[in-house]
């Protein structure tokens, strides 16, 4: 390997704040924010929108869909070409 051409990689720790779920791994990710991890040292920390902890595929969650809703708007706003 050739020296000087690589980028740091180090121990990170990615948090999922709405599911609160945190994981450490290591990777080329910066970030200024810190957090204490349980083996009591310091590791930079980088807040994600979502992880499998929080993903509705992973957690089995679905999200409701107004189907009928739309199709009854779609139906109104198209209903005067239809005549």
Same mark, same amino acid.
């Given at each position: 390997? *050739?020296? $000087?051409?690589?980028?740091?990689?180090?121990?990170?720790?990615?948090?999922?704040?709405? =599911?609160?779920? #945190? !994981?450490?791994?290591?990777? @080329?990710?910066?970030? +200024?924010? @810190?957090?204490?991890?349980?083996? $009591?040292? @310091?590791?930079? %920390? %980088?807040?994600?929108?979502?992880?499998? #902890?929080?993903?509705?595929?992973?957690? $089995?969650?679905?999200?409701?869909? +107004? @189907? =009928? $809703?739309?199709?009854? *708007? !779609?139906? #109104? *706003?198209? =209903?005067? !070409? #239809?005549?």
């Amino acid at each position: 390997m *050739k020296n $000087g051409i690589h980028p740091d990689y180090h121990a990170v720790v990615y948090r999922d704040r709405n =599911a609160d779920y #945190a !994981f450490l791994t290591r990777s @080329t990710e910066k970030s +200024d924010k @810190t957090v204490e991890w349980t083996d $009591g040292k @310091t590791y930079p %920390v %980088v807040d994600v929108q979502i992880s499998a #902890a929080s993903h509705p595929f992973w957690t $089995g969650r679905s999200r409701v869909l +107004d @189907t =009928a $809703g739309r199709i009854e *708007k !779609f139906r #109104a *706003k198209y =209903a005067k !070409f #239809a005549k």
